[in-house]
């Protein structure tokens, strides 16, 4: 199996895990918190493979959209919720939904094999490692900005 097969397949079977995902609402508040990591980190993966796989600049920028949706859920998660926080989590929900979204559709452009711009759909070659330590680079500078 070559790595665009291997990319392909992850990218659709963590699309059908978000998917369902959706659907699923945990009354618990601490299963609440694992559940909101783990589909993060499940859509993550998503755009990272999705990525990897096109290597497209549209997929490219959704993957550093939800990368800045994905630290703000990680603000809101009930296990490293910040107390004092200056800005209230009502607001900074509803911008995160509104980043997830253009995220998203970002995403959806980027998988529609139709979509053709000559500057969004041409494409770009970067390593695996490099995007995972570029995400994790900027998920600490954020997360130790906001918390200190």
């Known amino acids: ?35 909101d990591i783990v589909y993060d980190l499940a859509a993550l993966a998503v755009f990272t ?34 107390q004092d926080f200056p800005v209230s989590h009502s607001s900074l929900a509803k911008a995160a939904l509104l980043v997830f979204v253009i995220a998203y559709a970002c995403l959806l452009l980027g998988l529609w094999s139709n979509f053709k711009h000559r500057y969004f759909s041409k494409e770009i070659s970067f390593r695996l490692g490099y995007i995972v330590s570029g995400i994790l680079i900027i998920t600490a500078l954020i997360q130790v900005l906001l918390r200190v």
């Open 1 to 35: 199996m070559d790595r665009d097969s291997l990319y392909r397949n992850i990218t659709y079977i963590g699309a059908l895990f978000v998917f369902i995902g959706v659907f699923i609402d945990p009354r618990n508040e601490i299963v609440d918190g694992i559940y």
């Open 49 to 82: 493979f999705a990525f990897m796989w096109l290597k497209t600049r549209i997929l490219l920028i959704g993957l550093l959209i939800y990368s800045l949706v994905w630290n703000i859920d990680i603000l809101l998660n009930n296990f490293f919720l910040i």
